[in-house]
């Protein structure tokens, strides 16, 4: 594998490297070689744009300016390949540094030359660590303030997102368990034998380790091969058998090559490499057994699809694990489609079967010699014209994927043969109709992934980004909190419960303190702690519709203060369903009742009342009709309940229920608990 460089026209995504940078470094063996490697590329990638950067500057005769984002992750890869070296030397093949301090040559470290006027990395850190800075220094205090400043605007991104992945990381850890003993039983047969390997990564699995019935464990197959499911070293894992197993040269180069980016790659939403078998007549890849596809999930008649956040949310997925794949290991998948979206056990979507993969140099093209690889449906023009292409073919081939989970419906099933389906899409550039129903943000993002010029198409890390809206939009029916959303937060699904009252606080100038309690309502009932938790989008949106705009200005403290009052009543229950309701009132004296939050038409109806009326439970729903905000109706909409013929009107639950009670319409406020009644079976 070569080593990735970066094109000068193109930026790096720091976010994406500071993320992988700072995650908890990994404790598994097999992990760890991954780890080290991937730290090494990224040194190079960033010493190399530093040196370009000032090189630059000094044909330009600029003074040259320390890039302190690149500087302060340099002197972090280096730190943490320093304590990887020292305590996983066996693992890595090298011999340890005899002082951490003094042993700089551990590693590949790069020698920025610099102007008479700036300072080496070295020296730079050591002004800027919290140390007085020199008189002669190429960068002034209020350039450094400015550069902080910039960098804490993604730090909340970046918490989130690792927070995102350190989940992810804990439900892999039955395949690191596998890896852990495919490692410990690959070095008991090299010591055995009497050779040291220098191979790094996942071990070579002997064929007779790797247990299946190609008659009944058939999961897929396809141009390259077949995939089973297998059984190795008592694990349920998926192996990849390719048709051809008296492979040529170029074949057994292309096995090797997919092997080798495999084994490099590890990231929550890109399917796990195990292992591989070379033997002649018994080649075969390993990997961490998925559930299924996006395509049986999708296209599967007799199986309700998912709703469309939830297919979202799972093109999200996609566009995270290609965004590493482009962004941190310079890998371009070449078949990307629905059949290689793997999904795992928690509906985590992983990038899967690398079998056209290739990597490239960041800034470079590629041409297919022997013509183009790929499923035709999601291939990129510039692809079938043999033309020449760059990581954003893929870019393309997503397009068709967002559209296609958006959608639920096959691509291009006019077209049978690949001469018109050639000429409609190379010439005349026709492309699936987007529903207009659909949020712009996802029309506009479907549009320029497929986009005929690759010069248009965004890149996975712009995806992911605008996949962020796209889930909002969805999310959140109302444009005002979506928008309240968008400003605020950065997470597209969901935002810890500290930074949300913290955020509502300052839009409604109310005090953190009054607005705490409200946990009960947006995270759980089941919270005791008020400053735990999470508010995802979902039940933000709920809470939209129930209570209305309660980030507003003007009507969001008398919205917040009606929800704190119900929290204090016995007879407010939350969302509890009709049954649970029926249950709770079973058995209690007449016209005890409840107060739910109803989920049939949380804008129209969005409480109802429950309670005894001769013996039995009723309910009867409470409408609602905005109107505008005044002194007599500061929350914007009016609450209205029928009774006796006529149509009561009032300015919140709170009145509504005093007033109720008062005429002797309602009774005892129904506690949150059940009567235990024995009944009587035939």
């Known amino acids: 594998m070569s ?23 990994p404790t598994d063996k097999t992990k760890i070689v991954s780890y080290y490697q991937q730290l090494k590329n990224i040194l190079f990638i960033l010493s190399d744009r530093t040196r370009q950067e000032q090189q630059q500057q000094q044909q330009h005769q600029q003074p040259i300016i320390p890039n302190n984002d690149h500087f302060s992750i340099i002197e972090s890869i280096e730190s943490k390949m320093k304590f990887i070296e020292s305590n996983f030397s ?34 730079f850190y050591d002004n800027y660590e919290g140390h007085d800075t020199p008189m002669q220094t190429t960068t002034s205090h209020i350039q450094i303030q400015q550069q902080q400043q910039q960098q804490t605007q993604y730090q909340q991104q970046q918490i989130l997102e690792q927070q995102r992945i350190q989940q992810q990381y804990e439900l892999q850890k039955q395949q690191q368990a596998l890896l852990n003993n495919m490692l410990d039983q690959s070095k008991k047969k090299s010591s055995s034998s009497g050779h040291h390997h220098h191979r790094h990564g996942p071990p070579e699995i002997p064929p007779e ?22 059984t190795c070293r008592g694990k349920k894992v998926a192996v990849k058998v390719p048709k051809k197993q008296t492979l040529s040269e170029s074949e057994l180069k292309s096995f090797k090559n997919e092997v080798e980016i495999m084994r490099q790659i590890f990231h929550p939403n890109v399917v796990l490499f195990l292992g591989a078998c070379t033997k002649p007549g018994k080649v075969m890849i390993v990997s961490e057994l998925m559930q299924s596809d ?58 899967g079967d690398f079998g056209f993969s290739q990597v490239i140099k960041s800034g470079s093209t590629l041409l297919d010699q022997k013509g183009p690889k790929g499923t035709a449906l999601y291939m990129a023009p510039e692809v079938m014209m043999k033309q020449e292409f760059n990581e954003k073919a893929d870019v393309y081939s997503f397009g068709l994927i967002l559209y296609e989970l958006a959608t639920c419906e096959e691509l291009f099933p006019e077209y049978s043969e690949i001469d018109p389906f050639y000429e409609a899409i190379c010439k005349k550039r026709l492309r699936p109709t987007i529903p207009q129903h659909f949020p712009k943000s996802l029309q506009s993002l479907i549009t320029r992934c497929w986009d005929h010029d690759p010069n248009n198409r ?30 605020n937060f950065s997470s597209p699904e969901e ?19 009054s607005l705490r309690l409200l946990s009960k309502l947006f995270v759980s009932i089941d919270y005791d702690e008020e400053n735990e938790g999470f508010v ?58 409840l107060i739910r939050l109803s989920l049939n038409d949380p804008v129209k109806t969005p409480f109802t009342i429950s309670k005894i009326k001769s013996s039995k439970p009723t309910h009867k729903r409470v409408a609602r009709e905005d109107c505008p905000p005044s002194v007599d109706f500061p929350m914007g909409y009016k609450l209205i309940v029928p009774l006796d013929g006529h149509d009561l009107v009032f300015n919140s639950m709170i009145s509504m229920i005093d007033k109720l009670k008062s005429i002797g319409n309602l009774g005892p406020d129904c506690p949150h608990s059940e009567i235990k009644i024995p009944y009587l079976t035939d």
């Open 458 to 487: 965004p890149s996975f890390s712009d995806i992911s980004t605008r996949m962020n809206e796209v889930l909002i939009d969805i999310a959140i029916s109302s444009p005002e909190s979506a928008a309240f959303w968008k400003y």
């Open 209 to 230: 380790e790797i247990i299946f019935d190609p008659k009944t464990d058939l999961l897929g197959g396809g141009a390259y091969g077949k995939v089973y499911k297998a």
């Open 536 to 593: 995802n989008l979902e039940r933000f949106d709920l809470m939209n519709k129930w209570f209305g705009n309660f980030f507003n200005s003007r009507v969001g403290p008398s919205i917040l203060n009606e929800m704190n009052e119900l929290l204090k009543r016995r007879w407010f229950h939350f969302d509890i369903s009709r049954d649970v309701s029926e249950r709770r009132l079973r058995g209690r004296p007449e016209n005890t009742f």
């Open 3 to 25: 080593t990735p460089t970066t094109a000068n026209n193109k930026p790096l995504d720091i976010n994406l490297i500071k993320l992988y940078v700072y995650q908890e470094t």
């Open 294 to 351: 996006l395509e049986k999930l999708i296209h599967n008649p007799d199986v309700e699809p998912p709703t469309l956040f939830q297919r979202m949310k799972m093109a999200y997925d996609a566009a995270l694990g290609m965004n590493w794949l482009h962004g941190i290991c310079n890998i371009l998948h070449r078949d990307l489609k629905l059949a290689n979206l793997m999904i795992g056990k928690d509906k985590t979507v992983k990038i």
């Open 90 to 123: 066996d693992t890595l093949n090298i011999t340890p540094p005899l002082n951490s301090q003094n042993n700089s040559n551990s590693h590949e470290v790069i020698n920025i030359q610099t102007s008479p006027q700036s300072k080496t990395t070295t020296e």
């Open 495 to 513: 935002v810890k419960w500290v930074e949300f009252i913290s955020k509502l606080s300052n839009a409604v100038s109310v005090e953190v303190s």
